[in-house]
């Protein structure tokens, strides 16, 4: 996929904020869960490039492992060909068609990365960070994870089961080698301590730290059952362990140990986005590598929870594996990429309906923001024959406006910028537009327009700018999250070409009242937000 040119001229050298989702497992095509952490990461990219900052968002397929053997064997073909039929028929066309801006795709399958994998486990080696032994243990074939007797359920006949998958296990003997990832414990524990907000949300973060405090055991780090991974290099009998491959890609993807000076305006990361049942691997046994290697570590772990359809998590196991593309042909792509995010706060998890969704686009999209930019494209266009008219009897319903609107820049920068809270960034734009909805009813535009005294057409110009010059705003903050409708929106109010592309718009600058230029041609274009055919199916 095409990078999105996030490297402007003059910042060489200037430490990239680096965003990655999870690698995802091409054992099957994606689904809302997978789609959920994509979208979250694009949104955070494209808000801090509108914050003017250098910007590096990775994601990726996890492309070995003894799932995708079997599912490749199923199917009657390779690994190989398993696996570039699904990442080019599957997963790059639904990140395209959900407008993702990924600057890199990494596919752990590439020479880029697997060299590199060998080089960084062959150096843990000689340092004496691996060895030899054996290993027995509960084996989930789904999570490519030995799992420890205390974590696993039982069904109504006693079988032991995964607790993510609800699967059986296999008791799986093999001899191995092992990381010494006991050793790291304390170091891991001291490193929490000194960054709290390392693992987000708190919920996550006191679960990392009551597991690693029970003690931690060495990692098998290779596997000699099966030979789809990357060779151990100095015995290749065995195939590193794919969750000590896939960690990897995070490093080997941004130039570790090809790219000296990309990996170091780029690494480590600011945020990893992952959902919750991978979290230790990502908050315990990858700082833990990262300690070894002498790297340094991510600067936060950000947890989601899971997409719950029908009280289950979603999966395809559990048959609730909704597509994307389900939604975006009845909703739309925009909405879809806003519903998620703002129906369920980022670390919790949520539950989707087709009912909830129908709701809150009627009522959020298509009559408080959607209604509003036509309300006020039409006035301008019948009352001032479509040239923004200019405001000049401004006063407390104004002030209050400029004052929501500020509000609203800071909130929404903070709660999405710094916290990673979503839906609190969303809801502090969408109470602006309540405030600015709320703002044209009691000023009665229509009421006013029937005074044709300069008072009377001077006040109509400032309330109908004062809207204008608001929406303005709320496509300039709403672009990230939205960006086909917030430029269509950006176009309609003259805004292109007079004040420039939208992507380019600072966010820190769109709450600084008047940018819209009196004389702007404003068009009443499309809908933006259509009102919704009855849904051919029940989700």
């Not at 801006?101 to 399958?109: A, M, S």
């Not at 080997?252 to 979290?279: C, N, R």
């Not at 792509?333 to 969704?357: K, M, P, Q």
């Not at 004052?403 to 916290?419: K, N, P, Q, T």
């Amino acid at each position: 996929m095409a990078a999105t040119g996030s490297e402007k001229q003059g910042d060489e050298g200037v430490k990239a904020f680096y965003v990655s989702t999870p690698i995802y497992y091409v054992n099957d095509a994606p689904h809302l869960g997978h789609a959920y952490t994509t979208v979250a990461g694009d949104v955070l990219t494209r808000w801090h490039r509108q914050r003017g900052e250098k910007v590096w968002y990775l994601t990726g397929t996890d492309e070995h492992g003894q799932k995708i053997m079997r599912t490749a064997d199923a199917n009657g073909v390779t690994p190989q060909e398993w696996c570039d039929k699904l990442v080019e028929e599957a997963w790059k066309p639904l990140w395209e068609h959900l407008g993702i801006g990924n600057d890199d795709f990494i596919r752990t399958t590439e020479r880029r990365h697997t060299d590199r994998v060998q080089e960084f486990v062959q150096d843990l080696y000689d340092k004496g960070e691996i060895y030899k032994g054996g290993y027995e243990g509960p084996y989930c074939v789904g999570c490519e994870e030995y799992k420890l007797l205390g974590d696993l359920v039982e069904d109504e006949q006693g079988v032991k089961l995964c607790p993510v998958h609800r699967k059986p296990v296999e008791i799986l003997k093999e001899e191995n080698y092992f990381f010494k990832l006991s050793a790291y414990g304390p170091k891991l524990l001291e490193f929490y301590g000194a960054n709290p907000g390392f693992i987000q949300p708190e919920s996550a973060r006191n679960e990392v730290v009551n597991f690693v405090k029970q003690g931690l055991q060495d990692l098998s780090i290779s596997r000699s059952a099966f030979d789809w991974g990357v060779p151990i290099p100095w015995d290749r009998k065995h195939v590193i362990y794919v969750w000590v491959d896939a960690l990897l890609n995070y490093a080997t993807a941004v130039g570790y140990g090809s790219d000296q000076a990309k990996f170091e305006s780029t690494f480590p990361a600011d945020v990893h986005l992952v959902g919750k049942d991978i979290l230790r691997f990502h908050a315990v046994i990858w700082p833990a590598m990262l300690m070894a290697q002498g790297l340094p570590l991510p600067k936060k772990v950000a947890a989601h929870g899971w997409l719950m359809v029908g009280g289950e998590k979603m999966s395809k196991s559990n048959l609730t594996g909704i597509k994307p593309q389900d939604l975006t042909s009845h909703f739309g792509v925009d909405a879809y990429r806003w519903y998620f995010l703002r129906a369920i706060a980022f670390g919790s998890d949520g539950s989707f309906s087709w009912e909830d969704f129908t709701a809150r686009y009627t009522s959020e999209l298509a009559n408080d923001y959607g209604n509003l930019a036509s309300r006020v494209a039409a006035m301008v266009g019948k009352y001032f024959d479509g040239a923004l008219p200019e405001a000049t009897a401004a006063g407390d319903a104004e002030r209050a406006i400029r004052d929501g609107l500020a509000g609203a820049v800071a909130e929404a920068d903070r709660r999405i910028g710094e916290e990673l809270d979503f839906q609190g960034g969303i809801l502090a734009v969408f109470d602006f537009v309540k405030q600015v909805n709320g703002y044209i009813t009691e000023q009665e535009p229509w009421k006013v327009a029937k005074d044709d005294s300069p008072e009377g057409r001077a006040r109509l110009a400032t309330i109908l700018y004062t809207a204008a010059e608001s929406l303005r705003a709320v496509a300039v903050l709403l672009n990230p999250v939205m960006p086909e409708t917030s430029g269509k929106l950006w176009e309609s109010l003259g805004a292109e070409p007079a004040l420039g592309a939208l992507a380019d718009q600072p966010l820190a600058e769109a709450g600084t009242w008047g940018q819209l230029p009196p004389g702007a041609t404003v068009t009443k274009g499309a809908v933006l937000f259509p009102r919704l055919e009855e849904p051919k199916k029940d989700a």
